[in-house]
Nanobody, 126 residues
Framework: QVRLVESGGGSAQAGGSLRLSCSYY????????MSWFRQAPGKEREGIAA????????YYADSVKGRFTISEDNAKNIIYLQMNSLKPEDTAMYYC???????????????????WGQGTQVTVSS
């Protein structure tokens, strides 16, 4: 049973930084597309970053490109999302997701993802 647990959310000022972590357990496939999504109140879920564990390729939505970085610590089974230059519009619930289909990314198609974490809240004030 694959399980994802996010942590690291909280509050920050505009221009500040936060780092989210996604610990993963129980993987059965060789490679996964690990992604971060976010959802603000009244808005659709948005895929913002993805990392393919099969080779380390990374992908970003335009809204976060140049500000956010997704990375992996293989030894600790953790996916990170480093968020810099935060903006009030980054305020949302952030979710970690995993897809074992062998292809990546699916940032515009959350239905591809088999596994989701419980989410962690990020609030950015101006």
């Amino acid at each position: 049973q694959v399980r994802l647990v996010e942590s690291g959310g909280g509050s920050a000022q505009a221009g500040g930084s936060l780092r989210l972590s996604c610990s993963y357990y129980g993987y059965t496939y060789s490679y996964y597309c690990m992604s971060w999504f976010r959802q603000a109140p009244g808005k659709e879920r948005e895929g913002i970053a993805a990392l393919f564990t099969g080779g380390g390729s990374t992908y970003y939505a335009d809204s976060v490109k140049g500000r956010f970085t997704i990375s992996e610590d293989n030894a600790k089974n953790i996916i990170y999302l480093q968020m810099n230059s935060l903006k009030p519009e980054d305020t949302a619930m952030y979710y970690c997701a995993a897809d074992g289909s062998g292809s990546c990314p699916h940032l515009t198609a959350p239905e591809w993802y088999n596994y989701w974490g419980q989410g962690t809240q990020v609030t950015v004030s101006s």
